[in-house]
Nanobody
């Protein structure tokens, strides 16, 4: 049984920081591409950041580049999304996802077949 569980969401002030965690069970996270996505109320789900398992390269959406950082702790089977300099527009439910297809890294949500339940991030003063 493959499962992803996100944690670390909550309330942060503008300019503040949060660190989200994505822990896998039933499989090893560093075997697959990992993506973080988010969905704000009334908006479509969008990609935030991705880790390419073939070379470890990380990629970020333009809206978060320079503020968000992906990292991985293989011993804990966990991927982290460090979010700094948070803005109100970062408010959303954040999801991590795994692409188990062994295809080249994809950026679209349709390319990811295992998803966590999501964690709410609210940026407000």
């Amino acid at each position: 049984h493959l499962e992803l569980v996100e944690s670390g969401g909550g309330l942060a002030q503008p300019g503040g920081s949060l660190r989200l965690s994505c822990t896998a069970s039933g499989f090893t996270l560093d075997d697959y591409h990992i993506g973080w996505f988010r969905q704000a109320p009334g908006k479509e789900r969008e990609g935030v950041g991705w880790i390419n398992i073939f070379d470890g390269t990380t990629y970020y959406a333009g809206s978060v580049k320079g503020r968000f950082t992906l990292s991985r702790d293989n011993a804990k089977n966990t991927v982290y999304l460090q979010m700094n300099s948070l803005k109100r527009e970062d408010t959303a439910v954040y999801y991590c996802a795994a692409d188990t297809s062994w295809c080249p890294l994809g950026y679209e949500m349709e390319e990811y077949d295992y998803w966590g339940q999501g964690t709410q991030v609210t940026v407000s003063s």
